[in-house]
Every structure is written in structure tokens, then in C-alpha cells.
């Protein structure tokens, strides 16, 4: 049920691929709450064609973007402001793409070039959309800007390979920018580090299945899904959040608390695994 809690806000959302991606879901939930927004994402990913359909559902307007390059941000804000007449309330980063990974290239052998390409597109390239905002002056005071990030920057993920290193720099530059961004314009900048998630890109890492029902049997409360990251993005977009900023906020059932849970020992048990 809505209750128009973003009700004359107005906002960006970058990656929606397709209705699977977290950003799809949340340009839904926007809308149903009363947000006007412009959806960007890379040419190439504009291709699939996916987007505007969701564009014509939702009412908005659709911008490709390189989000690498500073340029084609100063124009994706200038655009943005004037389509949906006056600054931006609310900003999705939901970006992340490594080739090392999509190329099955172990981590002990990383091609650094590779590495770069992963860190600029998903960690770097926040810093770079908060730097072209706030020089354009493109957020109003209390504006809201989430990322979306994963346990992997805090623990080990043995096939997470580089990702986990843009993660950890994500969830840095949204405790570095969040404080400079705040004392300048009360602009709260926060990460939201959610479960494993049945996403183009998320099932594009190597062993997202084991990934996806060892953290569904750990969790109290199972795995978070799409509806669930989305419905808090609302949650932080809204003024019922405007006095946190610079968190990384786990959606994960519980997951990132736990230690071992009782259905996994019981697994263990009955699978004869460490067993002498």
C-alpha cells in the first residue's frame, strides 16, 4: 500500500537493466509513492531495451549515461533538472560491473587493467556523480543518496574477487563524501549492504547459487529479496530518514550478525562434513 511518502520529490535512478534489478524495483515502489524521476543507465545497457518500458509505466524519462565520464553527468543533472523542473531529491547508485569476473579470471592472477575498469564503474563513479551534484549544486538540503553494497566488503567471498575491493571503497566514499556533503548542504549519503539477490548482475558471479542458500540458511530471517531492498531505498529517500547519513545499513535477514545457525549445523551433521 502506498502512502505517498515521496510525494512531490524528485530523483535519479541509475541501473535499471531489467525487472529483476534492484533499480527497477525501487523506480516502481518511487512511483507508486509519488516521486518524479529520470531513469539513466549506459548506452549499452540501453540496448536491452527493457528500460523504457519501465520509463512508460512509471511515467518518466529515460538519459543515457556513461557514468565514468564527468561530462556526460553534467548532463545527465542539467537535463534532469529540467525535465522534472528544479533539483533532485533523491539519487539510486545501483552500478556494478567487474570484467575480471564476468571472465572467470582468478583473483591471485588479477589483469589490473580490468581492475581499474571495475573499481571507476562501481565504487569510483559515486564519488564522481556526488562531485558533479554538488558542484552543480543539483541536491536540496536533506536530499538522499543511497548506494547498494555487500558483506564481501568486510569479509571473504572467495569468488567475489575484485568486486569486493569497489565494495569496501563504495562504503568509503560514503562515510568520507557523506560527512563533506552533509556540512555543506545536509545532503545524507548512506550504503545499503543487501542479501544476495537474484539480479542479472548478481547471477553473473561464480557460485551465486551456493552464495544465495548458504546465506538463506544462516539468516534468521532468510534472504532479503528485491521488494524488500527497494522498500527501504523508499524508506531512506524519504523525511523519515533525514537525520542518517553515512551508514551502511545491512538488509540481510541477519546474516552479517551471525556466526553459524542451528539449520547449518544440522546440515553439516546430517552431510557426515567435518565429521571424524
Known amino acids: 500500500m502506498a502512502h505517498n511518502i515521496l510525494e512531490s520529490k524528485r530523483g535519479i535512478i541509475f541501473g535499471a537493466l531489467d525487472e529483476n534489478s534492484i533499480a527497477w524495483k525501487v523506480a516502481e515502489k518511487a512511483h507508486e ?17 527493457d528500460i523504457f518500458e519501465l520509463a512508460k509505466k512509471t511515467n518518466s524519462q529515460v538519459i543515457g549515461t556513461d557514468i565514468t565520464e564527468i561530462s556526460e553527468l553534467e548532463d545527465l543533472f542539467d537535463e534532469s533538472m529540467q525535465m522534472l ?11 556494478g560491473m567487474s570484467p575480471n569476473v564476468r571472465k572467470n579470471i582468478p583473483y591471485v592472477e588479477l589483469d589490473y587493467d580490468y581492475l581499474q575498469k571495475t573499481l571507476d564503474v562501481s565504487a569510483i563513479s559515486l564519488h564522481k556523480v556526488l562531485s558533479v551534484a554538488k558542484k552543480l549544486d543539483a541536491i536540496n538540503e536533506w536530499g538522499s543518496v543511497v548506494t547498494l553494497s555487500y558483506i564481501a566488503a568486510q569479509k571473504t567471498f572467495s569468488s567475489y574477487s575484485d568486486m569486493a575491493h569497489a565494495k569496501a571503497m563504495l562504503e568509503s566514499i560514503v562515510r568520507q563524501f557523506g560527512y563533506h556533503y552533509g556540512v555543506s548542504n545536509k545532503v545524507r549519503i548512506n550504503s545499503i549492504s543487501q542479501s544476495p539477490t537474484r539480479t542479472t548482475a548478481g547471477t553473473g558471479v561464480s557460485g551465486f547459487n ?30 523519515y530518514t533525514r537525520m542518517i547519513t553515512m551508514q551502511n545499513i545491512y538488509n540481510d535477514g541477519g546474516f552479517s550478525a551471525m556466526g553459524i545457525s542451528n539449520k547449518l549445523i544440522e546440515q553439516y551433521i546430517n552431510g557426515g562434513v567435518g565429521e571424524n
Not at 85 to 95: E, P, R
Not at 213 to 221: R, T
Open 33 to 49: 509513492e509519488g516521486a518524479r524521476f529520470v531513469l539513466t543507465n549506459s548506452p549499452i545497457a540501453l540496448r536491452k531495451k
Open 85 to 95: 523542473g528544479g533539483k533532485i531529491d533523491f539519487i539510486l547508485h545501483s552500478v
Open 210 to 239: 551456493a552464495f544465495f542458500n548458504y546465506a538463506d540458511a544462516m539468516s534468521p530471517l532468510g534472504n532479503a529479496d528485491s521488494n524488500s531492498c527497494a522498500d527501504l531505498c523508499i524508506t531512506m529517500f524519504s523525511d
